[in-house]
């Protein structure tokens, strides 16, 4: 594979890093921020799963 | 998706800022998924490999995703930017001063100006029994009559006697000024206060049966709203919670003590007109008309129905609560004013 896997996995290990602030973030409640955190942890999820496959691609 | 967002003290809180700052989150996030898809790209790798093909793939739809729920975010960012503007000056730029002062020598002119108030004599139309209680906002909404009949009144028995839902009709932009919910009606309540719907729709709460202290739940469109917000404000009236629908809250008194929920289309230019969407007591909801289409075509009450259901179904509404102590079905009364007969 012609990538650095380490490269791609760093890259998506931050973006999870920057979801978990995001969602910790204050100045914002009700039904839509419990939304939001909803979909930034479906985002996060799958951003794990995407950092594992970089490093298990070979 | 879009994210419904209350911009009012109250039951929920938001800053601008906390919202900015979580669209630079996701945009930092999708410059982040953007340089890994770019680094898989097929330009950089075997192209007869299929992890690496579907790797890539996946990075592209995750990139794809980000860019939807940001342009969703920054969606509701524009809606609350408006409104905040709104707090100084009316949608069309004049200043508030202006469209009030405008409002009293429009009303000085009006053949009804040394008559306020007065009991504006109105008819039943229709009557239906069976009618169940409202379950939530899009109830509410369905209920809402239209200009033919313009006030409906549904009554309850309860153990502890009746409680009536109240659903007002919003301004009929054909009508001429024989008819109390003309354009004009929403100038009458700006400048004095009144106007000759509310003077109707008080006639008709009499006729129904409601006193000072029997419990009330209004629900309004457009200047049905208004007219909403001036019975709670009334000491005549026991409002246990009122909801507005595209109504411009901010230029009638504010009421405190009395549950509310406002709900606008920042694409309707009524509430805007308003100007002080964050002034009036309760909890104000903007979220985008769908389809979004700015004027009246984002006013009118069937663009709202859409909106209600999302908000329903955020299902953290206990604002107007259960009423279980409602002994069976109740009954519904539809009316009209003699003067557009």
């Known amino acids: ?58 | 998706m879009i994210f419904p967002v209350s911009v009012t003290e109250g039951t929920f809180r938001y800053t601008l800022d906390a919202l900015l700052a979580r669209s630079d989150d996701l945009r930092r996030v999708g410059s982040l998924v953007a340089q890994a898809s770019a680094l898989t790209g097929l330009s950089a790798g075997p192209i007869n490999d299929p992890a690496h093909i579907l790797f890539h793939a996946d990075l592209v739809s995750m990139a794809a995703d980000l860019a939807t729920i940001r342009a969703d975010l920054d969606g509701v960012i524009a809606a609350i930017e408006p409104a905040e503007f709104a707090r100084a000056s009316v949608a069309t730029g004049a200043p508030w001063p202006v469209v009030r002062l405008l409002s009293e020598s429009l009303t000085q002119l009006s053949p009804w100006s040394e008559e306020f108030p007065r009991a504006t004599p109105i008819r039943e139309t229709e009557r239906r029994d069976d009618i169940a209680p409202p379950r939530n906002l899009s109830d509410r909404l369905d209920r809402i009559p239209d200009s033919d009949s313009p006030i409906r009144i549904d009554r309850f028995e309860t153990s502890t006697g009746p409680r009536f839902e109240l659903y007002i009709a919003g301004t009929d932009f054909s009508a001429g000024p024989a008819n109390p919910w003309w354009a004009g009606g929403n100038l009458e309540m700006f400048a004095s206060g009144q106007s000759r719907s509310l003077a109707a729709t008080e006639t008709a709460l009499r006729a129904a049966g409601v006193a000072a202290t029997t419990p009330l739940v209004i629900t309004g469109h457009s200047q049905g709203g208004l007219i909403a917000i001036a019975l709670a404000a009334s000491p005549r009236y026991s409002v246990d919670g009122i909801v507005t629908i595209g109504s411009p809250v901010g230029v009638v008194e504010e009421i405190r003590d009395t549950p509310a929920i406002h709900i606008a289309h920042p694409e309707d230019p009524v509430p805007a007109l308003g100007g002080t969407v964050s002034e009036a007591s309760g909890t104000t909801w903007l979220a985008h008309s769908e389809p979004r289409r700015l004027g009246a075509d984002a006013h009118v009450l069937k663009s709202y129905r859409s909106t209600v259901a999302r908000i329903d179904a955020m299902g953290e509404f206990d604002l107007l609560g259960e009423s279980p102590n409602i002994a069976g079905p109740g009954t519904a009364v539809w009316y009209r004013t003699r003067s557009t007969e």
């Open chain 1, 1 to 58: 594979m012609g990538m650095s896997t380490q490269s791609v996995a760093a890259f998506l290990d931050e973006a999870v890093n920057i979801l978990d602030r995001s969602r910790e973030r204050d100045g914002w409640f009700g039904p839509a921020r419990n939304a939001y955190d909803s979909l930034a942890e479906e985002l996060r999820t799958r951003l794990v799963a995407l950092a594992v496959g970089a490093r298990g691609i070979a």
